[in-house]
């Protein structure tokens, strides 16, 4: 009877507890791989960005309008313009070849060069727009509108340091330096396995007193946000053999085997065997939060195997709150951290909550939204539309409308 193996002398583990022995036994990915430009979104960089030149390499123009020496418009006003000549228009992506003279302007648009003599550019809505010769309506005063060059930055400033997340601005700026592939680490690699007698693949017949796989593509979605490379997801029934033995044959390829369900007290509930069987190193098992206090997770063969729980909404409590730190440990990427914040509490909350409880939300201007989502840990539909979790602490009463919560955004 494979309940024999639970050992329910185990000491739960604070959320603290349980991620500080992950940190114990999780190194960063060190490998590093070169990556075309186009594939390095969400990727960790391995090297620093250094500016290769100025930016701008040139004294830009902010604006459309002319090119002047500020002393051509000493005194110049609607009622007196002082007129220039001329003497070429140039556009981004063009220069004009000599410098501009006592008494010439030229035309220029936004992000072309200005010339050598320049020293200003005005608007063109302060002048008569003229073509050959143009009327001045104001007196600029040197250096307005002018954009230096290196203004922004200076050839061999760094512009990202190694280990920082590339989000769209960061590719920009990665292109901005001319290069076309970066330097970045290795996506962690993690297989999923998810277990259960009872559960059958999506695209299946469903017979009698079965259900749909669906933690299997809630955390394979949340894996892949988080930047992860899931090799392979495979689902057994409740047999610790077959378990064991996918465990066994794909650990050597992975950084981290994370398994769902079968993680409680029960008959059913396999994974204890399983780490038996392979002499998986337990780190904890059960976490003093809910939903998803049956997490058991351990090391083998260095690696990290995640055992979430089978509930829907416990397995994704388990994911967001666990296993969402294992992977930015795994990673070094900051970026995966959840974002805090207060915010009022838009409905009320009537159950005690005698240990540290995670409350789905939507928040929305401050105001955190649980109605429609508060239904059990097996009800799949109540994560629709939430973007955070409320962290109640352990010991807090029943909440009022209004009261303030924290927030962790998911
Ligand atoms: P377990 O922890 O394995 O006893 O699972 C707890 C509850 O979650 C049971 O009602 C299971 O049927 C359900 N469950 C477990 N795994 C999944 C899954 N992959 N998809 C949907 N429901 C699941
Ligand atoms: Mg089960």
Redesign the pocket.
């Known amino acids: 009877m494979e309940h024999d193996h639970i050992n329910e002398e185990i000491r739960p583990v604070t959320l603290e507890e349980a991620l500080a022995a992950l940190n114990g036994s999780i190194s960063r990915i060190s490998e590093t791989e070169e990556a075309d430009l186009r594939a390095a979104y969400g990727r960790i960089l391995a090297e620093d960005i250094l500016a290769m030149r100025d930016q701008p390499p040139f004294p830009k123009s902010p604006l459309d309008g002319y090119a002047v020496r500020s002393e051509d418009t000493k005194g110049a006003s609607k009622e007196a313009p002082v007129t220039l000549k001329v003497a070429a228009e140039v556009a981004a992506g063009n220069c004009f070849d000599r410098a501009i003279q006592r008494g010439e302007a030229v035309r220029i648009m936004t992000g072309a060069p200005i010339p050598d003599g320049a020293d200003a550019i005005i608007g063109q809505e302060d002048t008569d727009y003229g073509e050959e010769h143009v009327n001045i309506y104001c007196e600029m005063k040197p250096y307005k509108n002018y954009i230096c060059r290196g203004n922004e930055y200076k050839a061999g400033d760094v512009l990202l340091a190694e280990g920082s997340h590339i989000g769209p601005s960061e590719a920009g700026i990665i292109a901005g330096t001319g290069k076309r592939s970066v330097k970045v680490y290795r996506k962690s690699k993690v297989i999923i396995i998810?277990?259960?007698d009872?559960?059958v693949m999506p695209g299946h017949e469903l017979k009698d007193s079965q259900?749909?796989?669906?933690?299997?593509f809630t955390t394979e979605a949340q894996l892949i946000e988080w930047g992860v490379d899931v090799t392979s997801v495979f689902h057994v029934p409740d047999d610790p053999k077959e378990a064991s033995a996918i465990i066994e044959s794909h650990i050597e390829d992975v950084d981290m085997i994370v398994s769902?369900?079968?993680?409680?007290v029960?008959k059913?509930?396999i994974m204890h065997a399983v780490y038996d069987r392979l002499g998986i190193e337990r780190l904890f098992w059960r976490v003093k939060i809910k939903p998803g206090m049956?997490m058991m997770a351990g090391t083998y063969d260095g690696k990290l195997v995640l055992s979430v729980?089978?509930?829907?909404y416990a397995a994704f409590a388990d994911m967001q709150l666990i296993t969402r730190e294992a992977v930015q440990m795994l990673s070094g990427n900051d970026h995966l951290g959840m974002v805090s914040a207060k915010a009022i509490l838009a409905d009320a909350y009537d159950k005690k909550s005698p240990s540290r409880r995670f409350i789905r939300t939507c928040v929305e201007d401050g105001k955190a939204f649980i109605k429609g989502h508060t239904g059990g840990n097996?009800d799949i539909t109540s994560g629709r539309g939430i973007n955070a979790l409320i962290d109640v602490p352990a010991g807090s009463d029943a909440l009022d409308e209004g009261d303030e919560v924290t927030v962790l955004f998911i």
């Not at 769902?260 to 409680?264: F, Y």
């Not at 729980?309 to 829907?312: A, M, R």
Request: avoid cysteine; charged fraction near 10%; glycine fraction near 20%.
């Open positions: 998810s277990t259960g009872e559960i259900i749909y796989n669906s933690n299997l769902i369900g079968g993680v409680s029960g059913k509930d049956a729980s089978g509930n829907p097996n």
